[in-house]
C-alpha cells in the first residue's frame, strides 16, 4: 500500500453547493468509510465547517480564503506536509502541485459559443488555463464519464491511460425528506400531470427548449425551478407569461425530492455535460420518466432508461422523443458512491 498522505483541497466546504461540490462531499463521505487513517486529509481554510469524519483528518489551515487560498496556502501545506494534493473541483494551484485532479468536464473549451459576454469570456478564460494545467502538471487526472475523458484526451492531448472514470451516484437522495408544502403552495402542480426540470440561465441548460416545450404543449403544465432570472429570460426570448408554466424559483432539496416523485417527466435537455446529475437523482426520487437530449454522455449515463431528445431536428416537444426501453429506476443500479469510493482508493493506492 502507498504510503503517500494525500490532502485534499477542502476549500469547497465553503462554496455554494452545486453538482461538482456534491461530487467531492459524497465521495469523500463515501471514501472515509474504507480509508485507512493518516493516508488522506482534508485541508480547508480556517472557519470551514467540515463533516465528522472517522478515517479522515480534517486541517485548517492558512490566513486567506477562497480562490487565493487555493493558490497561496494550500500548496504551502502540500509543501510542508509533504503530501500529494487530491484537487476534486477542477482547479489547481497554478504553482506546487503534485498529485491527482478531477476535471469534471472541459465545457469552456469544447463550447466557448457558450461563454461570449464579457463575465463569462473571463470564467472561460481561468478555467482554459486550468485545464492545460491539470494536463500538464496532474499526475493523474479522474473524470465522471467515458465522454469527459474522451474530452480531455481529444483538447488536451492527456493519454487515456492517464484518465480514470470515478461516476456520480444518487444515495445522497435517500437522506432527503420530501417536502409536500410545495403542491399546497402551487395547486396547479397534479401528481402525474406536470413536467419538472431545474434551470438556470448557464446555456448548456438549454432553458429555451423547455419554454418551446410549454408553449407548444399548452394544455400541460411545466414547472421549472431554479435562481436566476429565468422569467426574464423568458420575455427576452418572446416566451413570456406562458399559462402553463410555473417558476417555482430555488426550491429546497425536500421540496425537489417531491416534484420530482410526483412529476409526469423529468426534462434535461442539456446541450453539454461531463455526467449530469439531475435526472440520476430524479429516478432516484421516483420520477416515472426522465427525458434527456440525445448526447453521448447521456447515453452513455442513463442508456436504456431514459428517454431521448434529439436536439438536431426537435426545438421543443415533448412528444417526438425516442421512448425509454426500461424503467427509470433502472438506471439507479449503475452507480453508488460506495463504489465510486472504491475506485478512488484503488488510485489513491497504486
Same mark, same amino acid.
Given at each position: 500500500m502507498s504510503e503517500t498522505v494525500w490532502a485534499v483541497d477542502g476549500s469547497f466546504f465553503a462554496q455554494r453547493l452545486s453538482g461538482i461540490q456534491r461530487y467531492s462531499i459524497e465521495l469523500l463521505a463515501a471514501l472515509d468509510r474504507i480509508v485507512p487513517p493518516g493516508l488522506v486529509e482534508i485541508v480547508?481554510?480556517? &472557519?470551514?465547517?467540515?463533516? !465528522? %469524519? *472517522? #478515517?479522515?483528518? /480534517?486541517?485548517?489551515?492558512g490566513t486567506h480564503k477562497g480562490g487565493v487560498w487555493q493558490q497561496l496556502d494550500y500548496p504551502r501545506y502540500l509543501k510542508q506536509r509533504g503530501a500529494k494534493g487530491l484537487a476534486t473541483c477542477n482547479v489547481i494551484p497554478l504553482f506546487g502541485f503534485r498529485g491527482i485532479a478531477v476535471v469534471h468536464d472541459v465545457c469552456y473549451r469544447a463550447r466557448p459559443d457558450f461563454y /461570449?459576454?464579457? +463575465? &463569462?469570456?473571463?470564467?472561460?478564460?481561468?478555467?482554459r488555463l486550468q485545464y492545460r494545467r491539470i494536463a500538464k502538471k496532474a =499526475?493523474?487526472?479522474i473524470t465522471v464519464s467515458e465522454f469527459s475523458k474522451s474530452e480531455i484526451t481529444?483538447? %488536451? &492531448?492527456?493519454? *487515456?491511460?492517464?484518465i480514470e472514470? $470515478?461516476? #456520480?451516484?444518487?444515495?445522497q437522495m435517500e437522506r432527503i425528506t420530501p417536502d409536500d408544502s410545495i403542491f399546497a403552495a402551487y395547486p396547479q402542480l397534479k401528481a402525474g400531470a406536470y413536467y419538472f426540470s431545474m434551470a438556470n440561465l448557464l446555456k448548456n441548460k438549454n432553458f429555451p427548449w423547455v419554454l418551446r416545450a410549454a408553449k407548444a404543449r399548452p394544455d400541460a403544465v411545466f414547472a421549472i425551478a431554479g435562481g436566476g432570472s429565468l422569467a426574464a429570460q423568458a420575455e427576452r426570448l418572446g416566451l413570456a407569461d406562458l399559462p402553463n408554466v410555473l417558476y417555482l424559483g430555488y426550491v429546497s432539496d425536500g421540496a425537489a425530492k417531491a416534484l420530482m416523485a410526483r412529476c409526469r417527466?423529468? !426534462?434535461?435537455?442539456? !446541450?453539454?455535460? &461531463?455526467?449530469g446529475i439531475p435526472p440520476l437523482e430524479a429516478a432516484a @426520487?421516483? *420520477?416515472? =420518466?426522465?427525458? $434527456?437530449?440525445?448526447?453521448? @454522455?447521456?447515453?452513455? $449515463?442513463?442508456?436504456?432508461?431514459a428517454a431521448y431528445i434529439d436536439l438536431a431536428v426537435n426545438h421543443g416537444d415533448v412528444d417526438s422523443i425516442t421512448p425509454a426501453q426500461a424503467p427509470a429506476a433502472a438506471v439507479?443500479? +449503475? %452507480?453508488?458512491?460506495?463504489?465510486? *469510493? =472504491?475506485k478512488l482508493l484503488q488510485i489513491l493506492t497504486a
Amino acid at each position: 500500500m502507498s504510503e503517500t498522505v494525500w490532502a485534499v483541497d477542502g476549500s469547497f466546504f465553503a462554496q455554494r453547493l452545486s453538482g461538482i461540490q456534491r461530487y467531492s462531499i459524497e465521495l469523500l463521505a463515501a471514501l472515509d468509510r474504507i480509508v485507512p487513517p493518516g493516508l488522506v486529509e482534508i485541508v480547508t481554510p480556517q &472557519g470551514v465547517e467540515t463533516p !465528522l %469524519y *472517522a #478515517n479522515i483528518k /480534517t486541517v485548517p489551515f492558512g490566513t486567506h480564503k477562497g480562490g487565493v487560498w487555493q493558490q497561496l496556502d494550500y500548496p504551502r501545506y502540500l509543501k510542508q506536509r509533504g503530501a500529494k494534493g487530491l484537487a476534486t473541483c477542477n482547479v489547481i494551484p497554478l504553482f506546487g502541485f503534485r498529485g491527482i485532479a478531477v476535471v469534471h468536464d472541459v465545457c469552456y473549451r469544447a463550447r466557448p459559443d457558450f461563454y /461570449t459576454d464579457p +463575465r &463569462g469570456r473571463l470564467s472561460a478564460a481561468w478555467h482554459r488555463l486550468q485545464y492545460r494545467r491539470i494536463a500538464k502538471k496532474a =499526475e493523474r487526472i479522474i473524470t465522471v464519464s467515458e465522454f469527459s475523458k474522451s474530452e480531455i484526451t481529444k483538447y %488536451y &492531448g492527456v493519454p *487515456a491511460s492517464e484518465i480514470e472514470v $470515478v461516476y #456520480n451516484a444518487w444515495q445522497q437522495m435517500e437522506r432527503i425528506t420530501p417536502d409536500d408544502s410545495i403542491f399546497a403552495a402551487y395547486p396547479q402542480l397534479k401528481a402525474g400531470a406536470y413536467y419538472f426540470s431545474m434551470a438556470n440561465l448557464l446555456k448548456n441548460k438549454n432553458f429555451p427548449w423547455v419554454l418551446r416545450a410549454a408553449k407548444a404543449r399548452p394544455d400541460a403544465v411545466f414547472a421549472i425551478a431554479g435562481g436566476g432570472s429565468l422569467a426574464a429570460q423568458a420575455e427576452r426570448l418572446g416566451l413570456a407569461d406562458l399559462p402553463n408554466v410555473l417558476y417555482l424559483g430555488y426550491v429546497s432539496d425536500g421540496a425537489a425530492k417531491a416534484l420530482m416523485a410526483r412529476c409526469r417527466a423529468f !426534462l434535461f435537455p442539456t !446541450l453539454y455535460e &461531463g455526467f449530469g446529475i439531475p435526472p440520476l437523482e430524479a429516478a432516484a @426520487c421516483g *420520477a416515472p =420518466e426522465i427525458i $434527456v437530449s440525445d448526447t453521448p @454522455c447521456m447515453r452513455e $449515463v442513463y442508456g436504456p432508461s431514459a428517454a431521448y431528445i434529439d436536439l438536431a431536428v426537435n426545438h421543443g416537444d415533448v412528444d417526438s422523443i425516442t421512448p425509454a426501453q426500461a424503467p427509470a429506476a433502472a438506471v439507479l443500479a +449503475r %452507480y453508488s458512491w460506495d463504489r465510486s *469510493a =472504491e475506485k478512488l482508493l484503488q488510485i489513491l493506492t497504486a
